[in-house]
């Protein structure tokens, strides 16, 4: 048994009593089955296989649901720091990537707007002209703000080097 005892599951057991004392059916999705089955491991740690859900930001309810556990039982694990952080650091994975992908894709928007400006039609042309106006001063405004954060946050530093606040 692991840290959390009434958390562990052998592949294949059958029916389980979760943290509310009520028999829970055993309507474990493939998911537990694969997921014991790849790990080759004797225990699973049920709540192992909710934390990329709850870091996509899935309902405690259903991703309780996905492992036979209530809602009350995930707000409670939730409540474990080290989860916490875990499902925390695992969402921040997800952000990285996503924003890496977004980043890719800039290039191709910016140069189908681009290619709008040269369009035929007049009202396409306004449209793509107006969204370059409009994202190149929310850029240029980013930058901006980015470089300022940045120089008072090295103020900041300096000032506490030398034990100033």
């Known amino acids: 048994m692991g840290e959390h005892g009434e958390d562990q599951i052998s592949p294949g057991q059958g029916e389980h009593e979760n943290d509310d004392d009520t028999m829970v059916a055993p309507v474990m999705s493939e998911l537990l089955d694969e997921s014991a089955a790849a790990a080759d491991v004797e225990d699973v740690d049920l709540y192992d296989l909710i934390v990329d859900p709850l870091a996509r930001g899935e309902a405690y309810a259903v991703a309780g649901a996905r492992i036979g556990r209530s809602e009350r039982s995930v707000r409670r694990r939730m409540s474990e720091p080290e989860f916490a952080a875990e499902v925390n ?11 890496g992908q977004f980043n890719a894709a800039l290039d191709d928007a910016v140069a189908t707007i681009v290619d709008c400006m040269h369009a035929e039609n007049d009202g396409v042309r306004l449209r793509a002209a107006r969204e370059v106006l409009d994202l190149g001063s929310r850029l240029t405004d980013r930058v901006e703000l980015d470089d300022l954060v940045r120089r008072l946050d090295a103020q900041r530093r300096g000032g506490e080097n030398r034990g100033v606040r």
């Open 89 to 99: 650091e695992r969402r921040r994975e997800m952000l990285s990537m996503a924003t």
